[in-house]
């Protein structure tokens, strides 16, 4: 009896210095919480707790226990997600379209709990960000198969915020009318011009007439509202179901690996102090001399920074200039990074890194 007392006294003291630690540690994730929301940073990070439970389960000397130290890592991290998530629910994330478009699945993949605002179009999202009415805006940047979006690549340019992740989404078009529609009744199909563009194929198969949409939520939702068996629209599965439509024919992509890059834009760069997988971006303009950007290029690549895209964008202010867009696999706000910079600048108008982040991550 004397060694079940003992055991359980000492339990309890244990306990009173873990529920303390427990406060500490819960005040720390809310400073952790407000950093995310600040910066745009989606709640759960999966590759640092992985990396945090390899690095704390290494202290635990017991092989016996080890297993269940992982247990009690693990669900430790779950329940700081849900404190995190609770003080996020307010965090208002700016994207262009309605309820159900592929910019607001997006959203809310990235901050699983959030108030999604929703813009008519992409500069009023941006612009909502930067006037403070939301904290992020998550806006597409380029498609696999219809590739850039350039009026969004033209605003990282040219305005402030800057990037805190890129996030991969799988699209699926499905072409969706009113129910009991037939696939021989339908005479035009709407949507946004990328998503026309990524079916294509389909629509000349089956000869019909197209008109651009805002957006593919948008399309759907005139689509109801119309009421019409001549109209059809294509958007996702879930757009389909919130504005009450009938698949009609599912995946009708011109390739079957459909994928949207979409940018979490910020007033305020990102440094999470972590290495590994790190991918950054670069903006610039080069000096209109001969070999200016060979040189940009050649020092980039003299300093270890494997660029995974170079882009060229036409300046719409300046007739026949361009700026350049490039995506280089390493942390450009690094020591390293920052000597590269300056190694670049004589060559560059214009030099701006607008983020350093893990990735790829494709959201589910």
Not at 22 to 47: C, Q, T
Not at 50 to 79: G, W
Not at 192 to 206: D, F, G, T
Request: proline share 4%.
């Amino acid at each position: 009896m004397e060694k079940l007392t003992y055991a359980r006294e000492t339990i309890s003291a244990i306990d009173k210095e873990i529920a303390a630690l427990f406060e500490k540690r819960m005040n720390a994730v809310r400073l952790v919480s407000e950093y995310k929301i600040e910066h745009g940073l989606p709640i759960y990070d999966e590759a640092r707790e992985n990396a945090l439970i390899e690095k704390n389960t290494s202290l635990i000397t017991d092989e016996e226990l080890r297993p269940y130290y992982v247990d009690f890592l693990r669900n430790t991290m779950r329940v700081s997600r849900n404190f995190q998530a609770k003080l996020s629910e307010g965090m208002r994330v700016a994207f262009s379209g309605v309820e159900g478009a592929f910019a607001s699945i997006a959203a809310g993949k990235i901050f699983h709990r959030c108030v999604r605002v929703p813009y008519p179009d992409f500069r009023s999202a941006y612009n909502a960000v930067i006037e403070g009415d939301c904290d992020c805006a998550v806006l597409p940047i380029e498609n696999s198969t219809a590739g850039e979006v350039g009026q969004v690549m033209d605003m990282m340019f040219s305005g402030p915020l800057c990037v805190s992740g890129i996030y991969d989404l799988s699209i699926i078009h499905n072409l969706m009318a009113v129910p009991g529609t037939k696939l021989s009744d339908i005479e035009e199909v709407i949507s946004h011009p990328q998503a026309l563009s990524q079916c294509s194929a389909y629509i000349r198969e089956h000869g019909f007439s197209i008109k651009e949409f805002e957006n593919t939520a948008r399309a759907a939702k005139f689509v109801a509202e119309q009421r019409s068996p001549r109209l059809a629209a294509i958007a996702s599965d879930e757009t389909a179901k919130l504005y009450g439509l009938e698949i009609l024919e599912k995946g009708i992509n011109e390739r079957n690996v459909n994928t949207t890059r979409f940018a979490v834009l910020t007033r305020s760069i990102v440094n999470d102090n972590t290495k590994d997988g790190k991918h950054s971006i670069l903006m610039f303009t080069v000096r209109n001399e001969a070999g200016a950007l060979a040189q940009a290029i050649n020092i980039i690549g003299r300093y270890g920074y494997n660029m995974r895209c170079l882009r060229s964008r036409p300046m719409k202010e300046l007739l026949w200039q361009y700026y350049f867009y490039a995506e280089a696999e390493g942390d450009l706000s690094s020591p390293e990074g920052r000597r590269m910079m300056k190694e670049i600048e004589p060559y560059c108008d214009k030099l701006r890194m607008l983020g350093s982040f893990r990735y790829p991550a494709e959201l589910k």
